[in-house]
């Protein structure tokens, strides 16, 4: 129960440095999105029922600080985690680089077209004042937040993969010695 606890105040944790910290930079705002890449890394390597909590969670607080009507940042982080979990099933069943980049860009995609679809549509229906404007700055920011959430999250595959070793050797290493 304390770890479920400690995980439920990290993610929350996320969900305000992608919203306050994030939001200080242009740059960063545009370009990277540590929800998407968490999201995707607890889908990819946890269970399913926790990527969707986790996005659940996410998407709530999100929500909260969001201009868009209640829901729609957690559907557009509900959607990825359903798509990226098929796709594990039916193509991806080794976690490769490559398996990796792929998810990521379509995770990416879907969750910004997701918001811009559901914005639209509860704008047309006057639910809402707010919606995403398109233009071609619209589309280039999410190829570049595409392409350095892949960045991020291949990144951090490979540092832990490169851990992993290091500490699976040591401790082999140290559990010889001790014989």
Request: aromatic content about 16%; proline content about 1%; hydrophobic content about 60%.
């Amino acid at each position: 129960m304390f770890k479920q606890v400690i995980y439920f105040f990290l993610v929350v944790i996320l969900a305000i440095i992608q919203v306050s910290l994030f939001s200080q930079f242009t740059f960063l705002q545009k370009s990277l999105n540590l929800i998407v890449v968490f999201i995707t890394l607890i889908t990819l390597f946890e269970n399913y029922r926790k990527a969707i909590i986790t996005s659940l969670i996410l998407g709530l607080v999100l929500d909260l600080y969001s201009g868009f009507s209640f829901g729609i940042i957690t559907s557009a982080l509900l959607l990825p985690v359903v798509i990226c979990y098929i796709l594990i099933q039916k193509f991806f069943a080794r976690k490769s680089v490559l398996a990796l980049t792929i998810i990521t860009v379509i995770n990416t995609f879907v969750y910004n077209i997701t918001i811009f679809l559901l914005s639209s549509i509860t704008y047309w229906l006057g639910w809402n004042n707010f919606h995403v404007m398109t233009d071609i700055n619209y589309f280039t920011d999410i190829f570049k937040q595409a392409i350095f959430n892949t960045l991020a999250l291949v990144t951090i595959y490979i540092i832990v993969k490169f851990l992993d070793k290091k500490l699976r050797l040591k401790f082999l290493i140290s559990g010889n010695a001790k014989l």
